[in-house]
C-alpha cells in the first residue's frame, strides 16, 4: 500500500458521524505575490508542501525531527516518516463557510480552490494540527464539521484544517485560482493567467489606517505600527504588503501580523 494510503486508513480508523457536503471545497490559501510561487507553480504544474518547497505562510518546522514532522507522524501513523519531501500531503482547509476568500485566509489573500474530486484523498482534523487536536475526519465520516460549525472565536483560527494526499496538478486538481483585485493589471495577474486553471478574483481585502488603529490588543501595537508606515494613501490591502515585503526591509513575521490584521478587519463584505 501507498504512504498516501496507509494515511488514509490510519485517519479513517480514528474518524466518525456523517459524510462531507459535495458541494464543499478544500481551499489552499496562499500569498500570490512571495516567493515567486505563481512562476514556480507554472513551471512544475503541481502545488507542493513546505517540505519540498522550504517556504511557509505558517511555522517553518518541516524538516526530520521538526514539529510539522513530529505533527504528521503522529496524525497519520507514521505513514510518510522516511517519505520524500515531494511525497509529503498538501494543506488546506475545507470551506464550510464557502468563503469567497477561501476558508483560511490567516495563510493568505489568493487560493487555489480544489475540485471535488481532492475531498476523496483528504483528511482532515480540528483545530488546526500544531494544536495536537484529536478530532480527524475522512470524507465518509467527517463528524468534526459540526464541530468547527459552532465556532465563535477569532474568525481567523475557525477553521477545518484539510491534508490532501497525493500529487495536487493545477491542471487536473484545481477549478480556480482565486485572487484579491489589487493585483489586478499586475504581474501576479500575468502569471496566474499561465497556469492551467481559471482564473477568479473576490471582492478584496481592504483596511483603512484608522481602523487599524482601534485593534492595537489584536496582534500587538508595534504590528499597527508598522502597519501605518507602509500603508498606501491610508490603506493597507494584499499588494501594498507584498510590496513591503519585496524590499526586504520588514520581518516577515511582522508582515505576517500587519496580513492578520487587514484579513480579519478587511475581510470583504460578503464574507
Sequence with gaps: MSRAGRALRHVAALSSGPPVDRTLRITLNLHPDRDGILAKLGAGGVYLSQFATGTSNGGLTAYPGGDR??????????????????????????????????????????????????????????????????????????????????????PLDGYVEAHVHGPVRLDRDVEAIVLDPSHRSTEVAAAAARLPCAVEWHRGFRLSVDELRRHPEYRGPEFVALGVEIAVDGVLDPAVIGAAAATGRYDPQALKRVWHHVAHFGCPVDD
Excluded at 106 to 131: E, V
Aim: aromatic share 12%; charged share 25%; hydrophobic share 40%.
Design 69 to 154: 514532522w513530529r505533527w504528521e507522524s503522529r496524525m497519520f501513523g507514521g505513514a510518510y516518516d522516511d517519505a520524500p519531501a515531494p511525497e509529503r500531503p498538501v494543506y488546506g482547509a475545507l470551506n464550510l463557510r464557502r468563503k469567497a476568500v477561501g476558508a483560511a485566509p490567516r495563510f493568505g489573500s489568493a487560493h487555489l480552490r480544489l475540485t471535488a474530486g481532492c475531498l476523496d484523498r483528504a483528511t482532515f482534523c480540528y483545530p488546526d494540527s500544531f494544536l495536537e487536536p484529536t478530532d480527524f475526519g475522512i470524507a465518509a465520516h467527517l463528524r468534526l464539521a459540526d464541530l468547527a460549525a459552532t465556532w465563535d472565536g477569532d
